[in-house]
């Protein structure tokens, strides 16, 4: 209207804060190994590497499944550990960022996946995470629609497959075990991931 004024509004901010954990392991050397192995530098190598292969698995599992304050619901038998850091599944519950197929679980269908997908604002997740036992019955609801899971190629060339143009990350952290309500451990979680500064999920 002409000669109107506007209604002020300025932006609030919650404070949240982050706390630093530190992951690891020591990577010991047998004396019997480094003294009877054809070269030591290799012996050391072969177990420094095997001892990365390990972090990299523990990350996947608290990316997961971490739950430090012990939260309810959350599978992997990680809970209530310290020196853990709150991993998706923690973080969700509660939250609004959760969607139940069923109050004791139920089977999964593609319009659950594109409600997931559409809980994730602003766009499209960048990925779905997803355990390998779900991937096969998202299989098996492509096919039985009359159409697959489409293919891809990643930056670095690997093959990728896709939900409507969404890549599927398999993890085997993913747990098939979870429980909803009376369901008994027969339960699993699909995660819709938006990665990115201030929009999305990111680490340092």
Known sequence: VPGGSWV????????????????????????FLKRTYAATNDIEAVILEEKAKAVAYTFSNYFFNGNPAAVAGVPGGLGGDANAFAGLHARIIGTGQQILAAANGATLSLSLLDQLIDLVKPGVPDVLYLSRRTRRQL?????????????????????IMTYDGIPLEVDDFIRDDAT????????????????GFETGLMGL
């Open 8 to 31: 002020e509004s300025t932006p609030t901010f919650a404070q949240v804060q982050e706390k630093l954990t530190i992951l690891g392991g020591d990577a010991d050397v047998d004396n």
């Open 139 to 159: 299989n098996t609801l492509r096919r039985a629609s009359g159409s697959l899971l489409q293919t891809s190629f990643d930056q670095f060339g690997n093959f």
């Open 180 to 195: 909803v309500g009376t369901s008994g451990a027969v339960c699993s979680t699909v995660y819709g991931v938006q990665h």
